[in-house]
């Protein structure tokens, strides 16, 4: 069960669109079309904002959309605002109810 | 409101033991599979254990397997993790959270802090 890789890092301009990775492998993200994506501010519980690779639930900003190819899923967030600004994490169904998160990306609005 | 409220939580002894619980309301608890996922202090989210609806079967992260134990009470919507044989990795922000669609951890309590420190 190794967490899957995120970049530590990224950043965009207030309008900007940005796009964070997570790669997996056959046996998590690449065997299933059970990607999540949270965001997280800290001190915060954790939101869920995309679920099956692309859906959004209800109150999620169509900002917020999500992909995947192979092994890796991605998380777009378009229209960037100062509120996006907080660590996010894909998480991929890795069979027998279990579960593998990333190692989480922290998101600068400059 | 959809509601999860994590005990339970402090500072236990290397080797000690702690359960938390978390109250569930606002849904039909006995409908929804659960999961335990943790937040160790600079790092990552981590899943940690999950029980199917019925309670019938749990599953674990290899780093707690034989040492937690996740149980549910659908009779009073209460969950519950046993944990065992503390480590210091062990410490971490808990959060009880409630499965839902295609494998998301859709509602989140607010956590709970577990430090395990002589």
């Known amino acids: 069960q190794s967490a899957l890789t995120q970049p530590p890092s990224a950043s965009g301009s207030p309008g900007q669109s940005v796009t964070i990775s997570c790669t997996g492998t056959?046996?998590?993200?690449?065997?299933?079309?059970?990607i999540s994506w949270y965001q997280h501010h800290p001190g915060k519980a954790p939101k869920l904002i995309i679920y099956e690779v692309t859906k959004r639930p209800s109150g999620v900003p169509d900002r917020f959309s999500g992909s995947k190819s192979g092994n890796t899923a991605s998380l777009t967030v378009s229209g960037l605002q100062t509120e996006d600004e907080a660590d996010y994490y894909c998480?991929?169904?890795?069979?027998?109810?279990?579960?593998?998160f990333g190692g989480g990306t922290k998101l600068t609005v400059l | 409101e959809v509601q999860l409220l994590e005990s339970g939580g402090g500072l236990v002894q290397p080797g000690g033991s702690l359960r938390l619980s978390c109250a569930a309301s606002g849904f039909p608890f006995s409908n929804y599979g659960m999961s335990w996922v943790r937040q160790a202090p600079g790092k990552g989210l981590e899943w940690v254990s999950n029980?199917?609806?019925?309670?019938?079967?749990?599953s674990y992260a290899d780093s707690v397997k034989g040492r937690f134990t996740t149980s549910r009470d659908n009779s009073k919507n209460m969950l519950y993790l046993q944990m065992n044989s503390l480590r210091a990795e062990d410490t971490a922000v808990y959060y009880c959270?409630?499965?839902?669609?295609?494998?998301?951890?859709?509602?989140w309590g607010q956590g709970i802090t577990v430090a395990v420190s002589s």
């Open positions: 056959s046996s998590d993200v690449g065997g299933y079309e059970y």
């Open positions: 998480c991929s169904y890795a069979g027998s109810s279990k579960r593998v």
């Open positions: 959270v409630r499965d839902d669609s295609a494998w998301s951890l859709g509602v």
């Open positions: 029980i199917y609806s019925s309670g019938t079967t749990t």
